[in-house]
């Protein structure tokens, strides 16, 4: 089996879940920024999830999901995964 990159995600994974972060960034109008700081991931790393670009680590998606006060389910959920 392959390894995934951002680069070889023809099923767009990765993408929806960077869209499901960005959706729920901006309901608490947070910025990039805020976002990465609240999940401690640096700024650009953060802007590659969200679009996409990045093979996320679990560990970030629970950052991720607690900066944005959810649990990691439900990003996957709002991602359609």
């Given at each position: ?28 109008e ?52």
């Open positions: 089996m392959n390894r995934v990159s951002g680069k070889q995600d023809k099923d767009r994974y990765l993408v929806r879940f960077g869209e499901a972060v960005r959706a729920r960034r901006k309901a608490l947070l910025s990039q920024e805020a976002l990465a700081d609240y999940a401690d991931i640096d700024r650009s790393h953060m802007g590659k999830i969200e679009r996409g670009e990045r093979n996320i680590t679990f560990l970030n998606i629970v950052r991720i999901a607690a900066a944005v006060e959810c649990k990691p389910s439900d990003l996957l959920i709002d991602a359609g995964l």
